[in-house]
């Protein structure tokens, strides 16, 4: 008898991370955060302004990060729509602080740049609220170690760790769950977090989805 491979589909799998890095003045930009005021947040600090990007001084950062949702729009959702960065703010996370699991409401892509960490600040960590309604009877105690992960990984896995590298823009859905745990770190770690939505109109007229 022939044997045949089996073949795997990735069928409505929830839309990837996007990861990039900017490359401008890191120092600069914390210099220019440092200049607004916080106040505290739930277990950390976070500035009372909401529209940083819209500032001068962060001009060139906002382009960059518009032009990376464009390019995460176009090829994962395959369209040119275009996407607006919205709101804007800063959190700072020092020994001892957190920031406890949520979601951004009313908003369509969110993301998170490590603008200032070392390298023992707690990461960012996502969790997986897709895979608990995926299937009615989870077989999953911790993984079997002897068996390598390979491109399925995604299906199982109950959170990912994002590490803070100075820089680096993470892009997610923002009806991800995330959290940062407790920081051990004798340094700050600053973040600058944004939310987005489709610029309007956008959907369709035929299929009654369009908003104007």
Not at 63 to 73: A, H, K
Not at 131 to 143: A, E, M
Request: hydrophobic share 30%.
């Amino acid at each position: 008898m022939v044997e045949y491979p089996d073949q795997y589909l990735n069928l409505f799998t929830p839309p990837p991370v996007a990861i990039t890095y900017w490359g401008g003045d890191l120092l600069y930009l914390e210099n220019e955060i440092k200049k607004y005021e916080f106040e505290k947040n739930t277990s950390n600090s976070i500035t009372t302004s909401n529209r940083l990007l819209d500032d001068p001084p962060f001009v060139d950062l906002r382009r960059y990060i518009s032009d990376f949702v464009q390019r995460y729009t176009e090829k994962v959702f395959r369209t040119r729509q275009k996407i607006d960065v919205m709101q804007s703010w800063v959190n700072i996370t020092n020994n001892g602080e957190s920031h406890p699991k949520h979601y951004h409401p009313n908003s369509y892509m969110s993301g998170v740049m490590f603008v200032k960490s070392a390298d023992d600040s707690p990461p960012l960590i996502l969790e997986n609220h897709i895979r608990p309604h995926q299937l009615f009877v989870d077989l999953l105690d911790g993984g079997d170690s002897d068996l390598v992960p390979n491109e399925f990984k995604s299906c199982v896995s109950p959170v990912e760790q994002i590490s803070p590298l100075k820089g680096t823009i993470v892009l997610f859905p923002s009806p991800t769950p995330h959290l940062v745990p407790q920081s051990s770190s004798k340094e700050e770690r600053i973040t600058l977090a944004f939310n987005t939505w489709p610029s309007r109109p956008f959907g369709s007229e035929k299929d009654v989805t369009y908003v104007y």
